[in-house]
C-alpha cells in the first residue's frame, strides 16, 4: 500500500500533454488545486498556445518541451513533482503503429521509467496502457474466465496477427512495470477502453481486431471525463495499485455496433452481418476493481 503522502503532493507532470488525455489532465488537475508540468513533445507548437490559455498564473502551469527519446529532457520536466502521469503519443516522424512501433514505446517508456527512478520527489507514476494489453490471447475462443486486470495479451499472438497496438501496448507496460520494480518506483497503470472522441476514426490502431474483439465480448469503450476521472482517482487514492481495467460501455449489442460503425462512418452493411444473429453477445470483460476504487463497491 502506497504511504499516506498524496494530501501534499501538489506539483505532478503531465506526459504527453498534447492529446485528449493529456490536455484534460491538465487543465482537471490545475482545477483541482495542482501545480502542474505539461510536457509537450518539441516539436509541438498549437498545443503550448492552447495549454496556456487554460490558466494565466505561470507558477501553476508550467510547459516544458520534452522527449521521450531524451533522458534529460524528461529528468528536466519531472523537477520538484511528486507525480507523472505518463501517456505515450507515436512521435510525429512515426505516427502509425506498425511491426516496429513497440521497440519505439517500449524504449520510450524505459526513459521514462529511469528518470522517474533517478528523480527524488516522484512517489507515484501513473502509466496509461490499454485494454488490448489484456485481450488477445490463443484461448481466448476457449476460456471460460472473464477477463480482467490480471490477464495480458500474448505478444505473440500480436504479431502472429498483426496486433501492432496491442503488441506495443502490452510491451511497453511490460517493460514499465519491470523497470519500476526493480528501481523501486510505485506505479499503476490505467488500461483504457477504445477512448470515444470527436476525432475517433476507423484508421484507430486500437480497432485492428475490432469485430473479434465484439464477438468475445470485450470490445470496450471509455468516454474521456470518465478516463480523466480514473487517472486522478488512482492517483489520489492511497490504496491504489497494481493495473485498472477502464471503460465505462462495453459494446455486445446489435444497437451498440451500429452505433460505433456510424460514429466512425463506415458503410452501413458492415453491421449486417449481426442482424440475423445474436442480438446479444455475454460481456466477457470486467472493470470490477476499477468501479470498487471510483464507487466504494461494484
Not at 80 to 104: G, I, K
Not at 160 to 186: I, N
Not at 265 to 289: A, C, V
Request: proline fraction near 4%; charge should be negative.
Amino acid at each position: 500500500m502506497a504511504p499516506s503522502f498524496l494530501a501534499n503532493a501538489n506539483t505532478v507532470c503531465v506526459m504527453d500533454a498534447s492529446g485528449p488525455l493529456g490536455f484534460t489532465l491538465v487543465q482537471r488537475l490545475v482545477q483541482r488545486g495542482y501545480t502542474v508540468h505539461a510536457s509537450l513533445q518539441r516539436h509541438q507548437g498549437k498545443e503550448e498556445e492552447v495549454l496556456n490559455g487554460i490558466c494565466g498564473d505561470p507558477e501553476k502551469l508550467k510547459i516544458f518541451r520534452s522527449d521521450p527519446f531524451d533522458y534529460h529532457t524528461i529528468l528536466h520536466a519531472l523537477q520538484h513533482c511528486s507525480a507523472l502521469f505518463y501517456s505515450f503519443q507515436p512521435p510525429q516522424d512515426h505516427p502509425d503503429y506498425d511491426e516496429y512501433m513497440a521497440d519505439v514505446e517500449v524504449r520510450a517508456a524505459h526513459n521514462v521509467l529511469e528518470a522517474c527512478a533517478q528523480t527524488a520527489t516522484i512517489q507515484k507514476v501513473v502509466f496509461t496502457s490499454s485494454a488490448t494489453a489484456v485481450v488477445w490471447r490463443e484461448d481466448r475462443n476457449s476460456s471460460q474466465l472473464d477477463l480482467d486486470e490480471r490477464h495480458w495479451s500474448d505478444p505473440n499472438f500480436c504479431r502472429k496477427f498483426k496486433l501492432w497496438h496491442a503488441m506495443s501496448k502490452t510491451q511497453a507496460e511490460k517493460s514499465a512495470w519491470a523497470l519500476a520494480m526493480d528501481r523501486d518506483v510505485h506505479m499503476v497503470s490505467i488500461n483504457g477502453g477504445l477512448l470515444m472522441g470527436s476525432d475517433l476514426s476507423i484508421k484507430n490502431p486500437y480497432l485492428r481486431g475490432a469485430v473479434e474483439m465484439y464477438e468475445d465480448g470485450v470490445l470496450v469503450t471509455v468516454d474521456l471525463d470518465y478516463l480523466v476521472d480514473a487517472h486522478i482517482c488512482v492517483y489520489e487514492d492511497i490504496s491504489s495499485y497494481g493495473r485498472y481495467l477502464c471503460f465505462n460501455h462495453i459494446v455486445n449489442n446489435n444497437d451498440d455496433i451500429l452505433t460505433l460503425a456510424n460514429k466512425l462512418t463506415l458503410p452501413s452493411s458492415l453491421p449486417q452481418r449481426y442482424e440475423q444473429g445474436k442480438s446479444f453477445l455475454q460481456q466477457k470483460i470486467r472493470n470490477d476493481k476499477l468501479k470498487k476504487l471510483m464507487h466504494g463497491g461494484v
